[in-house]
C-alpha cells in the first residue's frame, strides 16, 4: 500500500506544496502587529495585486479558505432589500447563491452544470432593473469550464451594478486582470494555483466598492472588508483580528515562488499541462465533460472528463488513489458521472505524465483503454515547450 504522504496531489485544491512553503511555517512566532509582520503583509498584498492586475492598497488578505472570501465580499456590499444576480453553472457559483441569500434577496440564474453561461439571459435579467450586484465564478472547479468574466463585467459597467468575481481556483494560474474587467471585487483561495495550504483568501476590493460598503450596516463582523481596509492603511500594517500567522509566512513564500517564475510563465506552463489531460484522454476515447462552443472555455487550471459509460468515476478515483494519485470525482449530481484532474500551482509536467500514464492503465484494466503508452506521446507533444 502506498502511504498517503507519498501520493501525488493531482485534485483542483488542495495541492502540493513546495518544500520551501512548508519550511516557511516551521519558523518561530512573532508578533502580529509590529514591523516584521507589516512586511510580510506588504508582500502578500503587492504580489497578490500584480496577480489580480489592481493596485496593491485595494487587496485584504483574510485569515480563512476561499469561502471566507466570498462571504466578505457578498455580506459587505449587500444589504437585505438588495438584489443580487447570483450566476450558477456549478458548484461554487450555486454556494455564491445560497451566500446571496444570506446577506440580500437573490435573483438567480441557472444554468445546467457544465455548459456556458448565456449572455444574453445575463442581459436580460440586468434590463429587467434593480439588479445592484452580480456573482459570478471565473474558473467553475466542479465542472473546468473558465467563464466569460470580461464580458460579464462589460455588462455590469453598461447596466451600473457591482460585479464580485471569484477567482479562487484561477489566479496564478490564469490571466486575470480585473480593473480591465470591472470586477468590483474578487476573491481567491491560497490552496489552488498559488500552491500554499489552505486557510488564506485574498480579496480585491476597488475604491467604488469599498465605498458602498461604508453604508451597509449588516456587513459581518469578523469579515469586515472595510475594517481590513483601515488595518492594512497603517503605517506598520496589520490585520484586525489575529491573522493565522504561519499561514501568512506560508502564503508570502508561495508568492515569491510565483515572482520568481514569472506569472506569465507560469500561465503558460498551467495552460500547457491542463491541454495535455484534454488532449491526451480525449485521443484514448474519453470525453470531456463540459458542453463548450469556444476551446477558450476549457479552464485553465483543471480538467473534468466524463465517466466512461458502465464506469463510475468514483472507481476511476479509487483505482488511482491505490496507484497513488489523488485525483476528485464529481461535486452532488454529478457525482459519479464525473473525474477531474487539476493542474494547478506547482505541478509539473512529470506530474501530468505520471497521472495520464496511470489513468490509461487503470482504463485499459477497466477494459476501456485498448491499449497502454499512448498518452505519453500525446502529452509530451503538447507540453514539449515545457522541456526546454
Ligand atoms: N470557489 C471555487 C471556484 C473553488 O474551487 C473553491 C474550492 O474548491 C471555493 C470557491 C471554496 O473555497 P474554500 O473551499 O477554500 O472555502
Known sequence: MIKTEDKLMMMPGPVS????????????MINHRGKEFSAIYDDCQRISASLFNTAQENVSVISGSGTAGMEAAVGCL???DDKILAIENGKFGQRFKKLAGKYGTVVPLEF?????????AVE???AAG???TITMVHNESSTAIRNPAPEIGALAKKYGAYFILDVVSSLGGDDIRIDEWNVDVAVTGSQKCIAAPPGISVVAANERALAEMENIATRPYYLDLVAYHKSASKELKETPYTPAVSLFFAMQEALKIIEEEGLDNRIERHYLMTKAVRDAVTAIGVEMFPQLNDVSA?????SAMKAPAGISGEDIKKALNKRGIIITGGQDDLKGKIFRIGSMGSTTPTNIMTTLSELEQVLYDMGIAEETGAVMEIAGKTMAKLYE
Do not use: C, F
Open 78 to 80: 449587500n444589504g437585505k
Open 130 to 132: 434593480d439588479i445592484k
Open 112 to 120: 445546467e452544470w457544465g455548459k456556458s453561461v448565456d449572455l444574453a
Open 17 to 28: 506544496v513546495p518544500h520551501r512553503v512548508l519550511m516557511a511555517m516551521a519558523k518561530p
Open 124 to 126: 436580460e435579467k440586468l
Open 298 to 302: 476549457y479552464s485553465n487550471t483543471v
